[in-house]
């Protein structure tokens, strides 16, 4: 059995805002998420001052003060994220329902904050004073386990954990689910909140951030180049998917169709993507074989397009897939304005390309100032484009040598 699946709600925070429409209007409007980290005191000899920080996101907005405490704060933001698609998408889940509604939300590093922060408990004042919810606020299929508490929902329930292809991981897997038949309705996303010492630290020493700590804004600059490193930021990206015919009955909004989606893995390296990008490349065919489109059929790619050396890489990927049609495309980067959102950057890629086809508009990748010969497609230079988009392709790779690539077509009946 093989079953049409869209998209009819949607639900987000990150650098940029809490909920979609802030979200929305700031990468339409090419503005930037990133700024000087308030979430830890930074030492004068940190590399790296910058992030971007999710700001006045308030947990009791969506969770009973008793809850909160339970949660690390990816948690907190995957159940707001649930909240608000599921209200977006007017689904309710009831007695009848409820065994047909799953959950797949899934996360990168999961509750590294509480782990920082119960270890310095644990060292200043013993092991009595670890909180009995400490496990429970860490492990990576809790951000999935709260929303299936929190809304009800008592179908398939689980997680993916990887890296920053996770959220696109978690979508596609959630998509096929209901495509196969083995729920009716998904909610599904990534989620991550990491910006602390040792995750900023170590990503520090792995060179793989940017150390443009004198402009914020400016730091995070894909295909640019003059990049120097990715921004870390945090945040959720939440879809509520259901079967096509059941969504039309309800008179639901429909976003978009799922129109296809493929993962592979490179096999070559731990960080760096395999060479001349093969392995995103095939990922990539492999996408577009499932979906049955053309590649002439892409209108536009939200780019992986971290900031890093790894852009070229993409953009060879894109030409070896695309051929001719490559520089006909429009390919750009959301994560120039939120920074790199690791798990939860797949989940809200996802949705600005959703919302690219909803609106007609291509969002840009800001602080494209100096171009790379290695980069030379249409990255949507510095501003917004008004354009009728048919279908949206959205692609992440993650440490491992993991790849997801998934596509979104509007809805024809």
Known sequence: M??????????????????????WDGVCEGKSGIGYISRFDVPEDFPVKIAGEVQDFKPEDYLDHKEIKKMDTFIHYSVACSQMAMEDSGFKITDENAERVGVLVGVGLGGLPAIEKYHKIYQEKGVKKITPFFIPMLIPNLASGQVSIDLGAKGPNTCVVTACATGTHAIGDAYQMVRDGVADTMIAGGTESVITPLAIGGFAAAKALSTRNDDPEGASRPFDKDRDGFVMGEGCGVVILEEMESAKKRGARIYAEVAGYALNGDAYHITAPSPEGLGAAKCLQLALDSSKLNKEDIDYINAHGTSTGADATETAAIKKVFGDHAYKLAVSSTKSMTGHLLGAAGGVEAIYSILAIHHGIIPPTINYTTPDPACDLDYVPNEARKKKITTALSNSFGFGGTNGVIIFKEMVS
């Open 2 to 23: 093989s079953r049409r699946v869209v998209v009819t709600g949607l639900g987000m925070v990150s650098p940029l805002g809490i909920g979609v429409k802030p979200n």
